[in-house]
């Protein structure tokens, strides 16, 4: 069982910059995949970034990419989402997430993540 906490959530001004970051329980994160996704009013929870095991591999939503970057950080067992040029559109609830490591799916997969936090809000202001 892993135990996710997520922190770092807040309110900016469209075009700032954010980290989120997302602590886990786990002995060790470096068997598990990592992503974040996010959920904003009224929508469905959608994919946002994801790192496997080893760091060697990422997916970036299309709306992430080249503003969006996640790291990971096993010896301290936690992983960022650090969150530049922030939108309006950007206003949602994150949520990281942990799956076991070796799966035959996308990264970006989200049914496929079995540990979830409960959530960080991010709020950006036009």
């Known amino acids: 069982q892993v135990q996710l906490v997520e922190s770092g959530g807040g309110l900016v001004q469209a075009g700032g910059s954010l980290r989120l970051s997302c602590a886990a329980s786990?002995?060790?994160?470096?068997?598990?995949?990592m992503g974040w996704f996010r959920q904003a009013p009224g929508k469905d929870r959608e994919s946002v970034v994801a790192?496997?095991?080893?760091?060697?591999?990422?997916y970036y939503a299309d709306f992430a990419k080249g503003r969006f970057t996640i790291s990971r950080d096993d010896a301290k067992n936690t992983v960022y989402l650090q969150m530049i040029s922030l939108k309006p559109e950007d206003t949602a609830v994150y949520y990281c997430?942990?799956?076991?490591?070796?799966?035959?799916?996308?990264?970006?997969?989200?049914?496929?993540?079995?540990?979830w936090g409960q959530g960080t809000q991010v709020t950006v202001s036009s």
């Open positions: 997430a942990a799956r076991h490591a070796f799966r035959r799916t996308a990264l970006g997969a989200m049914t496929t993540y079995d540990y």
């Open positions: 786990a002995r060790t994160l470096s068997t598990y995949d």
């Open positions: 790192i496997s095991w080893n760091g060697g591999t990422t």
